[in-house]
């Protein structure tokens, strides 16, 4: 019979309550964002890029919350004010930015091609 003092187990409860930081960015990628479950392929090089691209984008929401920069003061990494901006809208949001840095880096090189020749 194993018994267990009771300073271990609450040293346990406090280690898995901070320590499902990746299953949390697991679930915003796979049941927020769900990229896989909206482009459906039976191309496995496609879908690997749908999953890569997933995972960056719940970086760049998990970062851009840590940091402060939804609701303007960092936060602590464990609180939960990832709603102000949901993962769904700042996949949109990061999707315009890139197409404008897209558009303006084109452009820019037309600009560039026109006046070199």
């Known amino acids: 019979m194993i018994v267990f003092r009771r300073d271990c187990l609450d040293a346990i409860s406090k280690f898995f309550m901070h320590s499902n930081v990746i ?9 927020e964002l769900y990229l896989e479950k909206c482009w459906v392929t039976l191309d496995p090089y ?4 749908t999953t890569i691209l997933g995972m960056n984008v719940a970086d760049c929401w998990k970062v851009c919350n840590y940091h402060g920069l939804f609701n303007g003061h960092k936060v602590n990494y464990y609180s939960n004010d990832e709603q102000l901006m949901p993962i769904r809208k700042f996949a949109g949001v990061l999707s315009f930015q890139l197409l404008s840095f897209a558009d303006c880096l084109k452009k820019t090189l037309m600009l560039l091609f026109l006046l070199l020749f």
Request: proline letters at 0%; charged letters at 30%; glycine letters at 0%.
């Open 23 to 31: 299953d949390k960015h697991n679930q915003a990628r796979q049941f």
């Open 46 to 49: 496609f879908r690997l890029h």
